[in-house]
T-cell receptor
Framework: GAVVSQHPSRVICKSGTSVKIECRSL??????MFWYRQFPKKSLMLMAT?????????EQGVEKDKFLINHASLTLSTLTVTSAHPEDSSFYIC???????????FGPGTRLTVL | DAKTTQPNSMESNEEEPVHLPCNHS???????IHWYRQLPSQGPEYVIH???SNVNNRMASLAIAEDRKSSTLILHRATLRDAAVYYC???????????FGKGITLSVRP
């Protein structure tokens, strides 16, 4: 199946710093990428939908100025958590959609810990 | 989006078949039924999807009730690696967003 990578896999940062997470589709072009957040023992919550070359669409309650999403190419989307605080500590997961089937391909996730 | 209901958890024995149920009584005619699974500390993985007819692939089978108000994911021979949270999700054909519920946690006994 298609492969989606995320970098970094794990990051620890100090409160107030910004963290960038990359999501790449390695062997296909992704017309749409999605960003999710998952707290311990909870389900995935969709944060935003990202289409290449256009502004991301954020879900209700997700601050667009805090979670900056850039989808500059058909194989790369980035999520920047600005001025991170301990409550932003979570497992961030991206998925990519090629448009060739209904299947979404998920990245392995990035575990963010804010001290 | 139409909602799905799954049991919280299920246990199975290794090398035995597993039937994971999902209720979706408010499903509309254009809703696809998707199944994804998530192993611990990993991103979700696509398992199977269907619309009206039963579907088979190398991972599993999907049995869809005639009225489409329920479906069952069938793992033909459970292995320890199948222990995961399985999510049953509906999406309308034109809307590719996936809304994850709580899923069902499958435990596999050796």
């Amino acid at each position: 199946g298609a492969v989606v990578s995320q970098h970094p896999s794990r990051v620890i940062c100090k409160s107030g710093t910004s963290v960038k997470i990359e999501c790449r589709s390695l062997d296909f072009q992704a017309t749409t990428m999605f960003w999710y957040r998952q707290f311990p023992k909870k389900s995935l919550m969709l944060m935003a939908t990202s289409n290449e070359g256009s502004k991301a669409t954020y879900e209700q309650g997700v601050e667009k100025d805090k979670f900056l999403i850039n989808h500059a190419s058909l194989t790369l989307s980035t999520l920047t958590v600005t001025s991170a605080h301990p409550e932003d500590s979570s497992f961030y997961i991206c998925s990519a959609f090629s448009g060739n089937s209904v299947e979404q391909f998920f990245g392995p996730g990035t575990r963010l810990t804010v001290l | 989006d139409a909602k799905t209901t799954q049991p919280n958890s299920m246990e199975s024995n290794e090398e035995e078949p597993v039937h994971l149920p999902c209720n979706h009584s408010t499903i509309s005619g254009t809703d696809y039924i998707h199944w994804y699974r998530q192993l611990p500390s990993q991103g979700p993985e696509y398992v199977i999807h269907g619309l009206t007819s039963n579907v088979n692939n190398r991972m599993a089978s999907l049995a869809i009730a005639e009225d489409r108000k329920s479906s069952t994911l069938i793992l033909h021979r459970a292995t320890l690696r199948d222990a995961a949270v399985y999510y049953c999700i509906l999406s309308t054909g034109a809307n590719i967003k996936l809304t994850f519920g709580k899923g069902i946690t499958l435990s596999v006994r050796p």
